[in-house]
């Protein structure tokens, strides 16, 4: 697979690159904070969208628009109470077309994504995060998955969870054949850790332009020096990924998640930079924390912003 992508060489440029890029339209679901209405606006001064359809209690929405520097004619607004009602209206508009993003708002996470279930084109949906921390691996963007909504990892699924991150990394960060590393504990197989063996079976599994090692503790997948100093591990595509991984696969969503949480905390001391995106729906979708810090939601949305119009028509 040739691609014609420029290198990602850091999560702040996903700004820049989808501000050059056709305006997107983002579709919000409970659009009724003024959180939300705050991202809109930077997300519209950064050229990342052109359009707004906001989802919730239209006379909220219409006075944070007012207290903000949005025009009006760049919302339009759907006055929708509840939030059942909301996950209907979603799906209806997404199902209509002209929706390149759904950002969650102020609504239910158990009943948005239950209703964004409807959307799902993938057999498994999953949460990649790119991030970049200067401790880690020399700074440069890296994928972690899935830290947010696969519970149930059974081997099947961690193959679809591998296909979708990347995708991720071909499409957005310009790798032809990322480089993936299923974490583990340890290196070797050991019999009372499930995730080891379940790592070796992963990495021999036949993948399409991917490379992947497993099972590789931490320091061996990100660490290059920690590489030279315990050796190249006895696993298949070592001498390829120990220390140079692109993507980071955890066992299960506990590791993903407490990882992704340490990497969030980094961001808020200005050590970090992290976005997410996903994927398995019609559209990319953003589930972002109110603890994400704006930085991190708006990469998030330029991240689906770039991932949408690069895969436009497929």
Same mark, same amino acid.
């Given at each position: ?79 929708? $109470? ?161 220390? $140079? ?15 992704? $949480? ?53």
């Amino acid at each position: 697979m040739s691609n014609e992508y420029y290198k990602l060489k850091s999560v702040s440029e996903l700004v820049e690159i989808a501000g050059k890029m056709p305006g997107a339209t983002v579709l919000i679901p409970g659009g009724d904070r003024n959180e939300d209405i705050k991202l809109v606006e930077a997300a519209f001064d950064s050229g990342i969208i052109n359009k707004a359809v906001l989802l919730g209690n239209a006379e909220q929405i219409h006075q944070h628009i007012s207290e903000h520097t949005i025009k009006p004619s760049q919302c339009e607004v759907v006055d929708v $109470k509840g939030d059942e009602e909301i996950g209907v209206k979603t799906v209806e508009l997404v199902n209509a077309g002209g929706v390149d993003i759904v950002l969650k708002g102020g609504i239910s996470t158990l009943i948005i994504n239950r209703a964004m279930l409807k959307l799902a084109v993938k057999p498994t949906v999953s949460l990649a995060s790119i991030f970049d921390a200067a401790p880690i691996s020399h700074g440069r963007p890296i994928v972690l998955t899935d830290a947010g909504v696969t519970t149930v990892c059974t081997f099947e699924r961690m193959v679809d969870i591998i296909n979708n991150s990347a995708d991720v990394a071909r499409i957005v960060m310009g790798l032809e054949k990322p480089k993936v590393a299923i974490l583990a504990a340890n290196e070797k197989q050991i019999s009372s850790l499930p995730s080891t063996a379940m790592g070796l079976k992963l990495a021999k599994h036949e993948f399409k332009d991917i490379l992947v090692c497993g099972p590789l503790s931490f320091d061996l997948a990100t660490d290059p020096e920690s590489v030279e100093i315990k050796g190249i591990p006895d696993s298949p595509n070592a001498a390829q990924v120990a220390g $140079k991984a692109d993507i980071l696969v955890c066992p299960g969503i506990d590791s993903a998640n407490i990882l992704y $949480k340490t990497l969030a905390s980094l961001v808020k001391y200005g050590d970090a930079s992290m976005a997410g995106i996903t994927l398995g729906f019609k559209v990319p979708y953003v589930i972002l924390s109110r603890a994400d810090s704006l930085e991190t939601r708006l990469d998030s949305v330029a991240l689906c912003s770039v991932y949408a119009q690069r895969t436009k028509g497929e």
